[in-house]
Nanobody
C-alpha cells in the first residue's frame, strides 16, 4: 500500500517561511504528478501547486511568486517552500500523488493525512 507522509507544518508569523515535505512510502515504480492542496475552515480544497515527474510545475494564482514546489524522484518526495506567508495562507495542507505505479498495483490518486499551517501575528 502506498502512503504519503507529510511534515513541516506549524505556526509562523506573517512574512515568515515554512518548508513542507511529503514522502511516498511503499514499493513504488513511478509517480506521474505530485502536488499540494489546501483547505481552510468553511472553504473547498484548492490547488496550491503540482509538479510532474519531468519537472513541469503549476501554481495557484494566490501563491505564485511566493511558493516553490520541487521533488526528488529518487526519494519519491515532494517539497513546498513557502515564503512571504500571509494570514490567508492558514489552512490544512494536503499532499497528493496521481498515477502511482508500484508492485502492489496502480493508484489514480493518493492523499496524505494533511498538516496544519497557521500564519498569525
Amino acid at each position: 500500500q502506498v502512503q504519503l507522509v507529510e511534515s513541516g507544518g506549524g505556526l509562523v508569523q506573517p512574512g515568515g517561511s515554512l518548508r513542507l515535505s511529503c514522502a511516498a512510502s511503499g514499493s513504488i515504480f513511478s509517480i506521474n504528478t505530485m502536488g499540494w492542496y489546501r483547505q481552510a475552515p468553511g472553504k473547498q480544497r484548492d490547488l496550491v501547486a503540482t509538479i510532474t515527474s519531468f519537472g513541469s510545475t503549476n501554481y495557484g494564482d494566490s501563491v505564485k511568486g511566493r511558493f516553490t514546489i520541487s521533488r526528488d524522484n529518487a526519494k519519491n518526495t515532494v517539497y513546498l517552500q513557502m515564503n512571504s506567508l500571509k494570514p490567508e495562507d492558514t489552512a490544512v495542507y494536503y499532499c497528493n500523488a496521481e498515477d502511482v505505479r508500484g508492485r502492489g498495483g496502480s493508484f489514480s490518486r493518493v492523499w496524505g493525512q494533511g498538516t496544519q499551517v497557521t500564519v498569525s501575528s
